[in-house]
Structures are given as C-alpha cells and as structure tokens.
Nanobody, 126 residues
C-alpha cells in the first residue's frame, strides 16, 4: 500500500509555470506506475500524464503535450509535474495516483489507479 500527498498548487497568471510534487510513503514506490489527473468544477476527473516505473516512459494528454513534463525520483519516492505556459483552462484540482505494475493501453483510465492523493488546487488567471 502507498499513501500519496500532493503539494505545489497555487494561483498563477496565464503563461506562468508551476511545479507540483507528490510524495509517496509506503513500500516499493518503484513498482508503481504514477499518474497525474485533474478535475475541474462540475467535470469528470481526466488524465493529464503518466510515467512508468523506471521514469523513462511517459505519456500525456493532448491538451498538455509540450507544456507539461512528468518525472519521478524513485530514490526519494517523489513524482513531479512541471507545468509551463499555463492556460486558464488548466484550472483544476490536480491529483497524484498510483497503479500497480506496468501501464498498458488503458493508462488514461482513472479506474486503473488504486491509490490517490487528496489533490492540490491549481488556478490560472487570465
């Protein structure tokens, strides 16, 4: 089992940057695929990015491709989401999540993720 805690959210102007962090506690962090999702008010939780267990393989939602970067540090049990060129439509609560083992073709489906953090608010003003 793993516990997840996000940090780094806040208010930023459009075009700015934020870096989210997710600290994992528990055993065998490196055995989990890690993902970031977001949920805007009144909308469903949607996929943002995923990183494989080694940190080499990543995938992104089309809406954030080229602006966001996911990474992980297995030695420190941390996963990051660097968000650049932020837009007002990026405003949401961002959640860190963990999936047992390797990710497959369904990496964007939140139902495949077992563990979730409490979320951190990101607000982008225009």
């Amino acid at each position: 089992q793993v516990q997840l805690a996000e940090s780094g959210g806040g208010l930023v102007q459009a075009g700015g940057s934020l870096k989210l962090s997710c600290a994992a506690s528990g055993r065998a962090f490196s055995t989990y695929t890690m993902g970031w999702f977001r949920q805007a008010p009144g909308k469903e939780r949607t996929f943002v990015a995923v990183v494989n267990r080694s940190g080499v393989g990543t995938r992104y939602a089309e809406s954030v491709e080229g602006r966001f970067t996911i990474s992980r540090d297995n030695a420190k049990s941390l996963v990051y989401l660097q968000m650049d060129r932020l837009k007002p439509e990026d405003t949401a609560v961002y959640y860190c999540s963990a999936q047992n083992g390797a990710y497959g073709s369904t990496f964007a489906d939140p139902r495949n993720y077992v563990y979730w953090g409490q979320g951190t608010q990101v607000t982008v003003s225009s």
